[in-house]
């Protein structure tokens, strides 16, 4: 078993993100009662952190941006209320069939008497996890444009839901599962049966829903048809013919009318379309059509004998609440192998997002049935599950070798030890910011001052994108074709598709960000102050240090170690004639970004 300092610290770094405070090791530590882990366990839930550290990973599987991408890498302006709907869902333990049916069909939840506008706002909030993906802004096909749109809708819920590949069968039968075009069209139907454009031309603008009374709703759409209007003017008509006179009134009204826009609080959302069936599309072309194919759910799943869905609305929600019957064979289990993948570096199924014949069998299947069923019984809970997990004894075993189950499970399939993880890019970010006491923890809200719908793939507009903040990683900007150095070095995923596990690289330049990236430097210097101000024995020094980075006290070894490394470096800052009142100052801060970028610090045991 893990020993009880290596247990918390890997408890908080995976419910938190961050590792926990020297007092509240102290206080764990002093508890000798045979519930104490379960009770540190659900003081870690109960925290806010939480979210952000679980709210986090749900981003990755709905491949959440703060820009378009693509030709036309244009700013979602309102993206962030997802992220914040994402983080809160998860902070308040919202079940997750409940969770499945908002993001898909929201907007189509009736209000329960006297229900809080706000709850209402966060329904249709919560289908920005069907617009929040690229966009071919500039195809001039606006049937393919739509195709495209609505392939990427289909692509992700069958990864983050059902671990299915349903995108492959667009242009053909499935190659490997039983998914055959015609179950894609079927689904088709129902997102093109739901409004996600304005239109679908050159340089359109995407749906979003007002927060606010019917009035506002009404006046969000009159500017939209505004917005439309001009941009059609622009973007396709001869400006060859238009005077300089022309074209300035156009522009201004244009920019007087994004400043209308902008003041209204709303979110990226989906509303409902016209009902209606699509044609097969012969290799995906829909210039060849096929016959029409009523809205269904997948054959192989739902059963041949099923009744279409949809009638004059899309299907959205009947759609929805199949996907989340207690009875599905794949909902559950998609998401019981997310979180124990977060919990153990690998799912018991190793391919989290295609559970398909060209996925990984699952390692241990009763244990996967088994927690799905649980799960389902205990009300689709994430938080119950979490605890179920790591009360368990697999959690809580040693990352420690041992020869002879190496030998027979090299890759621990039957997890006779714990696996060791590196932070991910977010984490180890935070992490830093913390230890050196620099995060600022205010909870919501976006960082981006640049208006909708401006284009970040231009320099002056991408000039304004701020990363030196100190807020937690969830709330900086995630641009396609721009991701922050910081989390490119440490492998942050790409954000144009469904990431259910990240990869992991070990190459030079993480080694590099540690040894000489501002982030690194800034946190050694200021741990380093703190350090210094708060102790003036260089003994309780170190100490302190340790506890605060890697959560232990120093070895006799490390203390003799580390007073030989002092005095080397005191004697060279002499020789170099540093300033006196810098010479302890920079000393300590070498040592502590020695224990910053250590493998014990980096790494989760």
Known sequence: PADRRMLIRRATLDLHGMPPAASTVADFLADDSPAAFARLVDRLLASPRYGHRWGRRWLDVVRYADSNGMDDNLFYADAWRYRDWVIQAFNDDKPFDRLVVEQIAGDLLLADPGEDPEARYGRMIATGFLTLGPKMLAEDDPVKQQMDIVDDQIDTLGRAFLGLTLGCARCHDHKFDPLPTSDYY??????????????????????????????????LSRIETEIDRLDRIIVLSDQSKMSAAERKSLSQQLDRVRAEYASIPKAMAVDEGTGADLELFRRGNHLVRGPKIPRRFPRVLA??????VGGSGS????????????????????????????????????????????????????????????????????????????????????????????????????????????????????????VSGRLDETIGGSLIDVRAFDNLSNATHRAKINFDSTRRSIYLPVLRSAIYDVFQAFDFPDPAVVTGRRSETTVAPQALFLMNGRLATETAGRLASNLIDAYGDPGRRLTAAYLQVLGRPPRPDEQSAWRRFLDQHRAAAIRADIAPQDREHAAWQSLCRVLVSSNEFVFVD
């Not at 993948?341 to 699952?362: A, C, M, Q, T």
């Open 186 to 219: 079927a689904l088709a139907g129902i997102f093109t049966s739901t409004r996600v454009m304005l239109t679908f031309r050159v340089d359109s603008k995407w749906n979003a829903r007002a927060l606010g009374p019917d009035l506002l709703e009404q006046r």
């Open 303 to 308: 059963g041949f004998d099923q009744p279409p």
């Open 315 to 434: 299907g959205r929600l009947e759609l929805a609440r199949w996907i989340v019957r207690a009875d599905h064979p794949l909902t559950a289990r998609v998401l019981v192998n997310r979180v124990w993948l977060g919990h153990f570096g690998e799912g018991l199924v190793r391919s989290p997002d295609n559970f398909g014949r060209l996925g990984e069998r699952p390692d241990n299947r009763p244990l996967l049935d088994w927690l799905a069923r649980r799960f389902v019984a205990d009300g689709w809970s994430i938080k119950r599950l979490h605890r179920r997990i790591m009360l368990s004894a697999a959690y809580r075993m040693s990352t420690a070798a041992n020869t002879r189950a190496s030998a027979v499970d090299p890759e621990n399939r039957l997890l006779w030890r714990m696996n060791r993880r590196r932070m991910q890019a977010e984490v180890l970010r935070d992490s830093l910011l913390a």
